[in-house]
T-cell receptor
Framework: AQSVTQPDIHITVSEGASLELRCNYS??????LFWYVQSPGQGLQLLLKYFSGDTLVQGIKGFEAEFKRSQSSFNLRKPSVHWSDAAEYFC?????????????FGQGTELSVKP | EAQVTQNPRYLITVTGKKLTVTCSQN?????MSWYRQDPGLGLRQIYY???????DKGDVPEGYKVSRKEKRNFPLILESPSPNQTSLYFC?????????????FGPGTRLLVL
């Protein structure tokens, strides 16, 4: 079955520290992968996406993600976290073909930032 | 400004009282979708629409209805809400239903059914 797993429900990092949020997927075909961020009381904003080509993808707000097919992973990274990065982060795989155009989401990782 | 809007943003209702959550996009997108977000479960698709008058069930359609009479609007209807429909609802749209396209999300509607 197609699925996305985010193993960490909640992560706390200090401001200025590096960040890595984990994402593993299970999908039979070539995956189309996304990271979204949801700030408190806000909708979901796309951070970055991977479709093909370079496996290191740059996104907005200084985020990047690396696609590793051998590990079925698409981890999100940021070298130096800012207090405004505190939010919930969702990894998703696009299951469009014959499946209603939906995104399959992980459970989300809540990020807290310590001063 | 290109956006997806939802109304209302917050709603408290009682069991059995019919309600409609509206969704509108101004980007001329063909594809629209509704998701619900529950703690520990991420977002799950309720219904989707490939174009006007074309709708179909997602993963969790029970208790919901939708319609797509105009390209820009995709309302979500709860004919007889129950407490297990208490959730955060998101509408999304994209130009087409292909893998490469980004889905744009509305701000969410938080629903409490008593």
């Amino acid at each position: 079955a197609q699925s996305v797993t985010q193993p960490d429900i909640h992560i706390t990092v200090s401001e200025g520290a590096s960040l890595e949020l984990r994402c593993n997927y299970s999908y039979g075909a070539t995956p189309y992968l996304f990271w979204y961020v949801q700030s408190p009381g806000q909708g979901l904003q796309l951070l970055l996406k991977y479709f093909s080509g370079d496996t290191l993808v740059q996104g907005i707000k200084g985020f990047e993600a690396e696609f590793k097919r051998s590990q079925s992973s698409f981890n999100l990274r940021k070298p130096s976290v800012h207090w405004s990065d505190a939010a919930e982060y969702f990894c998703a795989v696009g299951a469009f073909y014959n499946q209603g155009g939906k995104l399959i989401f992980g459970q989300g990782t809540e990020l807290s930032v310590k001063p | 400004e290109a956006q997806v809007t939802q109304n209302p943003r917050y709603l408290i209702t009682v069991t059995g009282k019919k309600l409609t959550v509206t969704c509108s996009q101004n980007m001329n997108h063909e594809y629209m979708s509704w998701y619900r977000q529950d703690p520990g479960l991420g977002l799950r698709q309720i219904y989707y629409s490939m174009n006007v008058e074309v709708t179909d069930k997602g993963d969790v359609p029970e208790g919901y209805k939708v319609s797509r009479k105009e390209k820009r609007n995709f309302p979500l209807i709860l004919e007889s809400p129950s407490p297990n429909q208490t959730s955060l609802y998101f509408c999304a749209s994209s130009p087409h239903s292909v893998e490469q396209e980004t889905q744009y999300f509305g701000p969410g509607t938080r629903l409490l059914v008593l």
